[in-house]
């Protein structure tokens, strides 16, 4: 049978395209692994964002190579950001890549796959062993094809960035924005919840600037819409512009208890000037008014953001400002970053400052901003969260991580509970017993199959499975 490996780097902008692919592909018979060694056609979704991103794409591009080697009839796609941005140049640099699809060929992938799926159903053959000269590990990004994919659903809002910060490359390889219509986004969120999703995240690059075209309905007119669906459990959204965030979103968020109790809202850095430099069309001051509005209306969420260190022009003041707004904001999460110049953007043109600052401005900001993590997963401790499957651990097969509803990792070991079970009851309660900087651990007591639903504890599993042998 033919099969289809997707393969995703990037933000949740790839994710919804991946899952999109996926679909497709299932629409046209393909059965969709998680292991490349197995797959008919092997799918990178790239990015761009930063140098690091690229360098990664390239290097799967080259590794993928050996399933070519053990059977051309395998065929490679490279779609995405990095896919758009090198369209001449891919086939010169990786010329074992079948075809490239760039950010706006999405509809002509779905339809080469439908294309191929008859060749392939002629030539079926099982080269498994040959195959796994590939390893499955090593650096790779998420995949769609594993047993708890169904429970998350990335629903594009919203396509492109019309915003043009002088660091980005997105907009230049996704295009300006172009929101979506509410009507296809309720359906798509419906047959998300019919497959079984139990938590969406409506995406877009600045996606609480969303407008509807036809009604001038905003963000927080879709939030409603949305949350009203029957059968929803959770619903979140990134990511935010500061620009953006409303006195109507704040009190549209605050008021729906079906939104995951997180917020994402990047800041890039604490310095106006750098700001202004930037093109993010916000100060310092406006950035604090914005948060003490959410904290008003949104007390007890997560407060998540961005940051750049060593953006072009970047002084010791500058960054000096940043380290002191992170601490003075204490985020619960942030992710943080060394500026990487792109081609083609403002920035990469300007005096850039030395890696060796850079990195060394990295290290200090990350230890500022690692203190608040930490304290946010303290105050977990002790207590019994619900959080919502992802998969094995990474380091650990035997333990299973799962993510809160204010998207703190946790992890605790399967025990008796069998991974089918938790395709089926995808919530577990996680009595956490320790807090580190990456997220929390602890012991798995129960599962539940929606987020308010009755819990099944281990204890009474054990009775049922009792009475079942007498
Ligand atoms: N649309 C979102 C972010 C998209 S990219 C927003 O406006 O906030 C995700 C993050 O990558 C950005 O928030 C920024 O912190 C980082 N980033 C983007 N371009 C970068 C670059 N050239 N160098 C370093 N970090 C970058
Ligand atoms: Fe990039 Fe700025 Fe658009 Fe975000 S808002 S995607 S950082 S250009
Ligand atoms: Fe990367 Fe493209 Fe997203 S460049 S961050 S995958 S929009």
């Not at 109790?261 to 604490?270: A, D, E, I, T, W």
């Not at 002191?324 to 985020?331: K, M, V």
């Not at 089918?420 to 956490?432: F, G, H, K, T």
Request: glycine share 6%; proline share 4%; net charge negative.
């Amino acid at each position: 049978m033919a099969s289809i490996y997707i393969e995703t780097f990037g933000c949740q902008m790839n994710e919804a395209d991946s899952q999109y692919i996926a679909n497709r592909a299932s629409a046209s018979g393909y059965a969709v692994t998680a292991d490349a060694a197995q797959a008919t056609v092997v799918v990178l979704n790239t990015c761009t964002v930063r140098d690091n991103a690229e360098k990664r794409a390239y290097g799967r591009m080259a590794h993928f190579k050996a399933l070519k080697a053990a059977n051309p009839s395998v065929k490679i796609v490279v779609c995405g950001c990095l896919a758009e941005q090198d369209r001449d140049r891919m086939q010169g640099k990786a010329p074992y890549v079948d075809a490239v699809f760039g950010t706006r060929d999405l509809a002509r992938l779905g339809d080469a796959l439908a294309e191929w799926h008859d060749a392939f159903a002629e030539d079926d053959e099982d080269l498994t062993e040959q195959r796994l000269l590939v390893d499955p590990l090593g650096g790779r990004g998420d995949c769609v094809g594993d047993a708890f994919a169904h429970v998350r659903a990335f629903v594009n809002v919203q396509r492109g960035c019309s915003y043009y910060c002088t660091y980005c490359i997105v907009p230049h390889v996704r295009g300006r924005f172009d929101n979506r219509p509410i009507g296809d986004i309720l359906a798509e969120c419906r047959r998300a919840i019919e497959r079984g999703a139990r938590e969406i995240t409506l995406v877009g690059q600045t996606v609480n600037a969303y407008a509807e075209p036809a009604s001038g309905a905003d963000f927080a007119d879709l939030l409603v819409a949305v949350a009203a669906l029957d059968g929803l459990d959770r619903l979140t959204f990134l990511t935010s512009h500061p620009k953006d965030y409303t006195a109507k979103l704040a009190a549209t968020m605050g008021a729906l208890p079906q939104l995951n109790p997180r917020f994402h809202l990047p800041v890039q850095c604490g310095s106006d000037p750098i700001l202004r430099r930037m093109n993010r069309k916000y100060t310092v001051a406006n950035y604090r008014d914005k948060i003490a509005l959410f904290r008003e209306t949104c007390p007890d969420w997560a407060l998540t953001t961005d940051l750049i260190v060593a953006f072009p022009g970047e002084s010791d003041d500058d960054f000096e400002a940043t380290l002191a707004l992170c601490d003075e904001i204490g985020f619960a999460q942030a992710f943080m970053f060394v500026y990487s110049p792109r081609r083609g953007t403002p920035a990469a043109l300007w005096d850039q400052i030395a890696p060796e600052i850079g990195n060394e401005r990295l290290r200090r900001l990350a230890a500022v901003v690692d203190r608040h993590v930490r304290a946010w997963h303290e105050r977990k401790r002790g207590t019994v969260v619900r959080a919502l499957v992802q998969g094995p651990s990474r380091k650990d097969p035997a333990k299973i991580a799962a993510k809160t509803i204010d998207n703190v990792t946790v992890i605790a070991p399967l025990g008796s509970f069998s991974q089918a079970e938790l395709a089926v009851r995808p919530w577990i309660d996680v009595r956490v017993d320790e807090a580190f900087t990456w997220g929390c651990a602890g012991e798995l007591l129960a599962t539940a199959e929606r987020y308010d639903g009755a819990a099944r504890r281990v204890d009474a599993r054990a009775t049922i499975d009792l009475i079942a042998l007498r």
